[in-house]
Protein backbone atom coordinates (compact mmCIF):
# COMPACT_ATOMS: atom_id res chain seq x y z
CA UNK A 1 0.00 0.00 0.00
CA UNK A 2 1.01 3.80 -0.39
CA UNK A 3 1.31 5.34 3.34
CA UNK A 4 2.18 8.26 4.86
CA UNK A 5 3.88 9.12 8.31
CA UNK A 6 2.31 12.29 9.31
CA UNK A 7 4.83 13.62 12.22
CA UNK A 8 8.66 12.25 12.64
CA UNK A 9 9.88 11.82 16.04
CA UNK A 10 9.65 8.96 18.80
CA UNK A 11 6.33 7.45 17.15
CA UNK A 12 6.72 8.48 13.73
CA UNK A 13 10.07 7.55 12.90
CA UNK A 14 9.31 4.19 14.22
CA UNK A 15 6.25 3.51 12.54
CA UNK A 16 7.46 4.80 8.92
CA UNK A 17 10.53 2.56 8.97
CA UNK A 18 8.55 -0.55 10.29
CA UNK A 19 5.41 0.02 7.26
CA UNK A 20 8.48 0.00 4.74
CA UNK A 21 9.79 -3.35 6.67
CA UNK A 22 5.93 -4.71 5.96
CA UNK A 23 6.52 -4.23 2.19
CA UNK A 24 4.47 -0.38 2.05
CA UNK A 25 6.06 2.43 -0.04
CA UNK A 26 6.08 5.30 2.82
CA UNK A 27 6.46 8.74 2.90
CA UNK A 28 6.84 10.26 6.21
CA UNK A 29 6.25 13.91 6.92
CA UNK A 30 7.98 16.65 9.29
CA UNK A 31 7.79 20.17 9.39
CA UNK A 32 12.03 20.14 9.86
CA UNK A 33 13.73 20.59 6.73
CA UNK A 34 17.27 19.30 8.74
CA UNK A 35 15.15 16.17 10.43
CA UNK A 36 13.40 15.58 6.58
CA UNK A 37 17.67 16.04 5.22
CA UNK A 38 18.65 13.62 7.66
CA UNK A 39 16.15 11.47 7.31
CA UNK A 40 16.27 10.45 3.83
CA UNK A 41 20.07 9.98 4.02
CA UNK A 42 19.25 7.38 5.91
CA UNK A 43 20.59 8.98 9.44
CA UNK A 44 18.46 8.61 12.38
CA UNK A 45 18.16 11.29 14.45
CA UNK A 46 16.48 9.42 18.25
CA UNK A 47 18.18 6.56 19.27
CA UNK A 48 16.05 3.24 19.06
CA UNK A 49 17.57 -0.15 18.80
CA UNK A 50 17.65 -1.81 15.57
CA UNK A 51 16.05 1.73 14.16
CA UNK A 52 19.07 3.20 12.54
CA UNK A 53 19.78 0.23 10.80
CA UNK A 54 15.86 -0.27 9.52
CA UNK A 55 16.23 3.68 8.28
CA UNK A 56 18.73 3.15 6.48
CA UNK A 57 17.81 0.07 4.58
CA UNK A 58 14.58 0.88 3.31
CA UNK A 59 15.81 4.88 2.43
CA UNK A 60 18.24 3.19 0.40
CA UNK A 61 15.81 0.75 -1.30
CA UNK A 62 13.53 3.28 -1.77
CA UNK A 63 10.62 2.13 -0.40
CA UNK A 64 10.80 5.06 1.94
CA UNK A 65 11.22 8.24 1.91
CA UNK A 66 10.94 11.90 3.85
CA UNK A 67 9.43 15.02 3.32
CA UNK A 68 8.30 18.44 4.18
CA UNK A 69 5.35 19.15 1.69
CA UNK A 70 1.96 17.55 3.29
CA UNK A 71 0.47 18.05 -0.67
CA UNK A 72 3.10 15.67 -2.27
CA UNK A 73 2.05 13.23 0.82
CA UNK A 74 -1.60 13.60 0.43
CA UNK A 75 -1.73 13.41 -3.47
CA UNK A 76 0.77 10.01 -2.47
CA UNK A 77 -0.62 7.77 0.30
CA UNK A 78 -4.09 6.09 0.58
CA UNK A 79 -3.97 5.52 4.24
CA UNK A 80 -2.48 8.59 6.32
CA UNK A 81 -0.73 7.78 9.53
CA UNK A 82 -0.91 10.73 12.30
CA UNK A 83 2.00 10.55 14.36
CA UNK A 84 2.54 13.91 15.93
CA UNK A 85 2.76 14.94 19.44
CA UNK A 86 0.90 15.13 22.32
CA UNK A 87 2.54 16.67 24.92
CA UNK A 88 0.96 17.52 28.85
CA UNK A 89 -1.26 20.84 28.70
CA UNK A 90 -0.67 24.10 29.99
CA UNK A 91 -2.85 22.55 32.91
CA UNK A 92 -0.52 19.94 33.51
CA UNK A 93 -3.34 17.20 33.69
CA UNK A 94 -4.64 16.78 29.70
CA UNK A 95 -3.05 16.58 26.59
CA UNK A 96 -2.56 19.28 23.77
CA UNK A 97 -3.75 17.72 20.85
CA UNK A 98 -3.18 21.49 18.96
CA UNK A 99 -0.40 19.29 16.74
CA UNK A 100 -3.21 16.46 16.02
CA UNK A 101 -5.79 19.23 15.10
CA UNK A 102 -2.94 21.11 13.07
CA UNK A 103 -1.78 17.99 11.08
CA UNK A 104 -5.46 17.88 9.80
CA UNK A 105 -6.22 21.01 8.90
CA UNK A 106 -2.92 20.29 6.72
CA UNK A 107 -3.83 17.65 5.59
CA UNK A 108 -7.21 17.22 5.20
CA UNK A 109 -7.91 20.15 2.44
CA UNK A 110 -5.67 18.30 -0.13
CA UNK A 111 -7.59 14.64 0.06
CA UNK A 112 -10.06 14.62 -3.07
CA UNK A 113 -9.75 11.05 -3.29
CA UNK A 114 -11.19 8.18 -0.84
CA UNK A 115 -8.76 7.83 1.85
CA UNK A 116 -8.03 6.32 5.14
CA UNK A 117 -6.36 8.91 8.20
CA UNK A 118 -5.45 6.88 11.13
CA UNK A 119 -4.10 8.67 14.61
CA UNK A 120 -1.80 7.29 16.36
CA UNK A 121 -1.27 9.52 18.83
CA UNK A 122 -1.97 9.77 22.01
CA UNK A 123 -5.84 11.41 22.87
CA UNK A 124 -8.76 12.55 24.88
CA UNK A 125 -11.36 10.34 24.70
CA UNK A 126 -14.21 11.57 21.90
CA UNK A 127 -11.22 13.23 19.96
CA UNK A 128 -11.81 10.74 16.85
CA UNK A 129 -15.34 12.32 16.40
CA UNK A 130 -14.14 15.66 16.17
CA UNK A 131 -11.30 14.95 14.14
CA UNK A 132 -13.73 13.08 11.92
CA UNK A 133 -15.81 16.07 11.89
CA UNK A 134 -13.22 18.56 10.99
CA UNK A 135 -11.46 16.07 8.33
CA UNK A 136 -14.50 15.92 5.90
CA UNK A 137 -15.51 19.37 6.53
CA UNK A 138 -12.36 20.42 5.22
CA UNK A 139 -11.36 17.74 2.59
CA UNK A 140 -13.02 17.78 -1.39
CA UNK A 141 -13.70 14.16 -0.74
CA UNK A 142 -15.82 14.89 2.08
CA UNK A 143 -17.19 11.54 3.65
CA UNK A 144 -15.19 9.27 1.59
CA UNK A 145 -12.33 10.47 3.94
CA UNK A 146 -12.70 7.79 6.71
CA UNK A 147 -11.05 7.95 10.46
CA UNK A 148 -9.30 5.52 12.74
CA UNK A 149 -7.74 5.44 15.97
CA UNK A 150 -5.29 2.74 16.28
CA UNK A 151 -3.35 3.63 19.65
CA UNK A 152 0.44 2.45 19.83
CA UNK A 153 1.70 0.54 22.53
CA UNK A 154 5.21 0.96 21.87
CA UNK A 155 7.64 0.77 25.09
CA UNK A 156 10.70 3.15 23.97
CA UNK A 157 13.81 0.91 23.35
CA UNK A 158 11.36 -1.73 21.56
CA UNK A 159 9.64 0.42 19.21
CA UNK A 160 10.31 -1.64 16.07
CA UNK A 161 9.84 -4.69 17.62
CA UNK A 162 7.21 -3.30 19.12
CA UNK A 163 5.41 -2.63 16.12
CA UNK A 164 6.26 -5.60 13.76
CA UNK A 165 5.53 -8.13 16.41
CA UNK A 166 2.85 -6.26 18.57
CA UNK A 167 0.90 -7.91 21.67
CA UNK A 168 -2.08 -6.67 20.12
CA UNK A 169 -3.55 -4.55 17.32
CA UNK A 170 -6.86 -1.75 18.60
CA UNK A 171 -9.03 -0.15 15.76
CA UNK A 172 -11.36 2.39 16.95
CA UNK A 173 -13.74 2.81 14.08
CA UNK A 174 -17.29 3.31 12.66
CA UNK A 175 -17.19 2.21 8.71
CA UNK A 176 -16.75 -0.97 7.28
CA UNK A 177 -13.93 0.96 4.74
CA UNK A 178 -11.86 1.77 7.96
CA UNK A 179 -11.73 -1.99 9.09
CA UNK A 180 -10.72 -2.97 5.70
CA UNK A 181 -8.05 -0.43 4.87
CA UNK A 182 -6.73 -1.32 8.47
CA UNK A 183 -6.65 -4.91 8.02
CA UNK A 184 -4.83 -4.26 4.85
CA UNK A 185 -2.31 -2.11 6.41
CA UNK A 186 -1.37 -4.70 9.17
CA UNK A 187 -1.89 -8.05 6.98
CA UNK A 188 1.70 -9.45 7.48
CA UNK A 189 1.29 -8.82 11.20
CA UNK A 190 -2.35 -10.41 11.62
CA UNK A 191 -1.66 -13.28 8.89
CA UNK A 192 1.01 -13.99 12.06
CA UNK A 193 -1.35 -14.63 14.70
CA UNK A 194 -1.47 -11.32 16.18
CA UNK A 195 -5.06 -10.61 17.88
CA UNK A 196 -6.89 -7.38 16.73
CA UNK A 197 -9.66 -6.15 18.24
CA UNK A 198 -11.84 -3.70 16.22
CA UNK A 199 -13.86 -1.46 18.63
CA UNK A 200 -15.49 1.89 18.82
CA UNK A 201 -13.24 4.99 18.95
CA UNK A 202 -14.05 5.67 22.10
CA UNK A 203 -13.00 2.40 23.49
CA UNK A 204 -9.64 2.51 21.65
CA UNK A 205 -9.44 5.99 23.11
CA UNK A 206 -9.75 4.88 26.91
CA UNK A 207 -7.38 1.76 26.33
CA UNK A 208 -4.41 3.34 25.58
CA UNK A 209 -4.70 5.47 28.82
CA UNK A 210 -5.95 2.26 30.93
CA UNK A 211 -3.13 0.43 29.58
CA UNK A 212 -0.29 3.14 30.84
CA UNK A 213 -2.17 4.14 34.09
CA UNK A 214 -2.28 0.43 35.07
CA UNK A 215 1.53 0.26 34.52
CA UNK A 216 1.78 3.27 36.43
CA UNK A 217 -0.29 2.01 39.22
CA UNK A 218 1.84 -1.39 39.28
CA UNK A 219 5.17 0.57 38.94
CA UNK A 220 4.29 3.02 41.95
CA UNK A 221 2.67 0.01 43.94
CA UNK A 222 6.06 -2.08 44.25
CA UNK A 223 7.74 0.84 44.84
CA UNK A 224 5.18 1.66 47.88
CA UNK A 225 6.07 -1.46 48.89
CA UNK A 226 9.87 -1.25 48.57
CA UNK A 227 9.21 1.88 51.11
CA UNK A 228 7.95 -0.63 53.42
CA UNK A 229 10.56 -2.58 53.13
CA UNK A 230 12.87 -0.24 53.76
CA UNK A 231 11.35 0.83 56.88
CA UNK A 232 10.59 -2.70 58.20
CA UNK A 233 14.31 -4.79 56.99
CA UNK A 234 11.95 -6.75 54.10
CA UNK A 235 13.87 -7.55 50.93
CA UNK A 236 11.58 -6.39 48.14
CA UNK A 237 13.27 -8.20 45.66
CA UNK A 238 11.95 -11.60 46.83
CA UNK A 239 8.54 -9.92 47.62
CA UNK A 240 8.46 -9.43 43.65
CA UNK A 241 9.59 -12.73 43.07
CA UNK A 242 6.75 -14.38 45.74
CA UNK A 243 3.92 -11.79 43.80
CA UNK A 244 4.92 -12.68 40.35
CA UNK A 245 4.76 -16.61 40.63
CA UNK A 246 0.74 -15.49 40.87
CA UNK A 247 -0.56 -15.99 36.95
CA UNK A 248 -3.15 -13.28 38.16
CA UNK A 249 -0.23 -10.59 39.06
CA UNK A 250 2.79 -11.53 37.53
CA UNK A 251 6.44 -9.85 37.69
CA UNK A 252 6.31 -7.82 34.63
CA UNK A 253 6.94 -4.12 35.29
CA UNK A 254 7.38 -4.83 39.29
CA UNK A 255 11.16 -3.58 39.45
CA UNK A 256 11.46 -1.41 42.59
CA UNK A 257 12.98 1.91 41.34
CA UNK A 258 13.38 5.65 40.56
CA UNK A 259 9.80 5.59 38.81
CA UNK A 260 8.25 5.80 35.59
CA UNK A 261 9.12 8.08 33.02
CA UNK A 262 9.60 9.89 29.70
CA UNK A 263 7.13 10.68 26.73
CA UNK A 264 4.09 8.11 27.62
CA UNK A 265 3.62 7.25 30.71
CA UNK A 266 3.55 10.55 32.88
CA UNK A 267 1.67 12.51 30.99
CA UNK A 268 -1.11 9.28 30.22
CA UNK A 269 -2.15 8.67 33.71
CA UNK A 270 -1.82 12.56 34.36
CA UNK A 271 -4.59 12.37 31.27
CA UNK A 272 -6.50 9.11 32.32
CA UNK A 273 -6.73 10.93 35.95
CA UNK A 274 -8.78 14.01 34.85
CA UNK A 275 -10.44 12.16 32.39
CA UNK A 276 -11.77 9.60 35.50
CA UNK A 277 -12.91 13.28 36.83
CA UNK A 278 -14.42 14.57 33.71
CA UNK A 279 -16.35 11.52 33.70
CA UNK A 280 -17.51 12.00 37.21
CA UNK A 281 -15.47 8.51 38.41
CA UNK A 282 -14.20 9.88 41.45
CA UNK A 283 -12.57 6.96 43.35
CA UNK A 284 -10.65 6.10 40.04
CA UNK A 285 -8.93 9.58 39.77
CA UNK A 286 -7.98 9.23 43.43
CA UNK A 287 -6.79 6.17 43.14
CA UNK A 288 -4.59 7.01 40.20
CA UNK A 289 -3.67 10.21 41.97
CA UNK A 290 -2.29 8.19 44.55
CA UNK A 291 -0.17 6.28 41.95
CA UNK A 292 1.32 9.86 40.68
CA UNK A 293 2.08 10.79 43.77
CA UNK A 294 4.35 7.30 44.78
CA UNK A 295 5.78 8.02 41.46
CA UNK A 296 6.64 12.11 42.56
CA UNK A 297 7.83 10.78 45.90
CA UNK A 298 11.20 8.46 44.28
CA UNK A 299 13.48 11.51 43.44
CA UNK A 300 13.49 12.50 47.41
CA UNK A 301 13.40 8.82 48.30
CA UNK A 302 16.94 7.98 46.23
CA UNK A 303 18.50 10.78 47.78
CA UNK A 304 17.65 9.57 51.26
CA UNK A 305 19.61 6.33 50.19
CA UNK A 306 22.67 7.83 49.07
CA UNK A 307 22.62 10.24 51.67
CA UNK A 308 22.38 7.38 54.04
CA UNK A 309 24.95 5.10 51.78
CA UNK A 310 27.49 7.92 51.98
CA UNK A 311 26.74 8.39 55.86
CA UNK A 312 27.21 12.31 55.61
CA UNK A 313 25.54 15.09 53.88
CA UNK A 314 25.83 15.51 50.27
CA UNK A 315 27.64 18.93 50.27
CA UNK A 316 30.69 18.69 48.76
CA UNK A 317 30.58 15.13 47.67
CA UNK A 318 31.57 13.95 43.95
CA UNK A 319 28.77 11.71 42.79
CA UNK A 320 28.58 9.91 39.72
CA UNK A 321 24.83 8.91 38.36
CA UNK A 322 24.81 6.10 35.44
CA UNK A 323 21.76 6.83 33.02
CA UNK A 324 20.56 9.98 31.37
CA UNK A 325 17.96 8.15 29.42
CA UNK A 326 14.24 7.37 31.40
CA UNK A 327 15.15 3.84 30.28
CA UNK A 328 17.46 1.71 28.56
CA UNK A 329 17.45 1.64 24.64
CA UNK A 330 16.47 5.01 23.63
CA UNK A 331 17.90 8.66 24.06
CA UNK A 332 14.81 10.26 25.19
CA UNK A 333 15.12 12.29 28.58
CA UNK A 334 11.41 13.29 28.84
CA UNK A 335 11.00 13.53 32.32
CA UNK A 336 14.29 11.26 33.15
CA UNK A 337 14.19 9.91 36.84
CA UNK A 338 18.04 9.68 36.20
CA UNK A 339 17.95 13.11 34.78
CA UNK A 340 15.69 14.10 38.06
CA UNK A 341 18.01 12.89 40.23
CA UNK A 342 20.96 13.95 39.39
CA UNK A 343 19.52 17.32 39.36
CA UNK A 344 18.21 16.79 43.15
CA UNK A 345 21.58 15.69 44.40
CA UNK A 346 23.58 18.75 42.26
CA UNK A 347 20.87 21.01 44.34
CA UNK A 348 21.55 19.28 47.63
CA UNK A 349 25.84 20.31 47.07
CA UNK A 350 27.09 17.47 45.09
CA UNK A 351 29.12 17.79 42.27
CA UNK A 352 27.49 15.26 39.38
CA UNK A 353 28.96 14.08 36.66
CA UNK A 354 26.38 11.64 34.62
CA UNK A 355 27.51 9.21 31.91
CA UNK A 356 24.76 7.36 29.31
CA UNK A 357 25.75 5.15 26.39
CA UNK A 358 23.31 6.99 24.00
CA UNK A 359 21.98 9.82 25.87
CA UNK A 360 24.60 11.92 26.83
CA UNK A 361 23.96 14.80 23.60
CA UNK A 362 20.08 14.66 24.54
CA UNK A 363 20.60 15.10 28.40
CA UNK A 364 23.05 18.18 28.02
CA UNK A 365 20.58 19.82 25.72
CA UNK A 366 18.05 19.34 28.83
CA UNK A 367 20.16 19.83 31.80
CA UNK A 368 22.93 21.96 30.31
CA UNK A 369 24.48 22.50 34.20
CA UNK A 370 25.64 18.59 34.53
CA UNK A 371 28.70 17.71 33.90
CA UNK A 372 28.70 14.42 31.37
CA UNK A 373 31.19 12.08 29.88
CA UNK A 374 30.69 9.15 27.63
CA UNK A 375 33.57 6.82 29.24
CA UNK A 376 32.41 4.38 31.40
CA UNK A 377 35.69 4.00 33.63
CA UNK A 378 36.23 7.66 33.30
CA UNK A 379 32.91 8.47 35.12
CA UNK A 380 33.66 6.84 38.26
CA UNK A 381 36.84 8.71 38.66
CA UNK A 382 37.48 10.22 42.10
CA UNK A 383 33.52 9.36 43.26
CA UNK A 384 32.50 9.17 46.71
CA UNK A 385 29.56 7.01 44.87
CA UNK A 386 28.14 5.36 41.92
CA UNK A 387 24.52 5.64 41.28
CA UNK A 388 22.67 3.38 38.77
CA UNK A 389 19.89 5.45 37.61
CA UNK A 390 19.28 3.60 34.62
CA UNK A 391 19.65 -0.19 33.71
CA UNK A 392 21.52 0.14 30.68
CA UNK A 393 22.83 -3.40 29.94
CA UNK A 394 26.58 -1.60 29.87
CA UNK A 395 26.23 -1.65 33.70
CA UNK A 396 25.29 -5.14 34.36
CA UNK A 397 28.41 -6.20 32.53
CA UNK A 398 30.82 -4.23 33.81
CA UNK A 399 33.59 -5.54 35.27
CA UNK A 400 33.27 -4.13 38.96
CA UNK A 401 36.86 -5.75 39.83
CA UNK A 402 38.61 -3.52 37.43
CA UNK A 403 36.30 -0.31 38.22
CA UNK A 404 36.77 -0.49 42.30
CA UNK A 405 40.22 1.23 42.08
CA UNK A 406 38.55 4.37 40.34
CA UNK A 407 36.36 5.91 43.19
CA UNK A 408 37.28 7.50 46.59
CA UNK A 409 35.55 4.38 47.84
CA UNK A 410 34.25 1.57 46.36
CA UNK A 411 30.31 2.49 47.24
CA UNK A 412 27.48 1.47 44.73
CA UNK A 413 23.88 3.17 45.43
CA UNK A 414 21.47 0.97 42.98
CA UNK A 415 18.30 2.91 42.13
CA UNK A 416 16.73 0.28 39.80
CA UNK A 417 17.35 -2.62 42.17
CA UNK A 418 19.00 -4.51 39.26
CA UNK A 419 22.69 -5.07 39.50
CA UNK A 420 23.95 -8.93 41.00
CA UNK A 421 25.14 -7.08 44.64
CA UNK A 422 26.61 -10.17 45.45
CA UNK A 423 29.12 -9.94 42.52
CA UNK A 424 30.04 -6.33 43.27
CA UNK A 425 30.33 -6.88 46.99
CA UNK A 426 32.71 -10.02 46.11
CA UNK A 427 34.98 -7.92 44.15
CA UNK A 428 35.16 -5.36 46.96
CA UNK A 429 31.91 -2.69 46.48
CA UNK A 430 29.50 -1.63 48.98
CA UNK A 431 26.25 -2.13 47.42
CA UNK A 432 22.71 -0.26 48.67
CA UNK A 433 19.56 -0.96 46.78
CA UNK A 434 15.88 0.27 47.24
CA UNK A 435 13.85 -1.89 49.54
CA UNK A 436 16.90 -4.16 50.18
CA UNK A 437 18.37 -4.91 53.39
CA UNK A 438 22.46 -4.09 53.71
CA UNK A 439 24.75 -6.63 54.15
Known amino acids: MRISVIGCGHLGIPHAAAMAELGHEVIGVDVDQAKVERLNAGECPIYETGLPELLARHTASGRLRFTTDIR ?49 STVTVGTT ?22 PEFLREGHAVEDTLRPDRIIAGLTTVEGEKAIRAVYA ?11 TDPQ ?5 KGAANSYLGLKISYINAVADM ?98 KPGTNDVRESPALALAQALQKAGASVTVHDPQAVATAMQRNP ?29 ADPAALASSPVKALMVDCRTTLDADRWRMAGWTVHQLGRPEK
Not at 188 to 198: E, R, S, T, Y
Not at 369 to 397: C, F, K
Open 229 to 326: CDAAGGDVSQIVDILGIDPRIGSGGMRPGIGYGGGCLPKDVRAFTASARQLGADRAAKLLRAAEEINESRTSVAVSLVTHALGRPLAGTVITVWGAAF
Open 203 to 207: TAELA
Open 188 to 198: PILDAGVPIFV
Open 72 to 120: EAAAFAEVHFIGVGTPIDADGRSYDTGQVYGAIRQLAPHLDQPCTIVGK
Open 369 to 397: ELEYTDDLALSVNRADAVVLATEWPEYHQ
Open 129 to 150: VQVTALAQRLAPGGSSVDVVWN
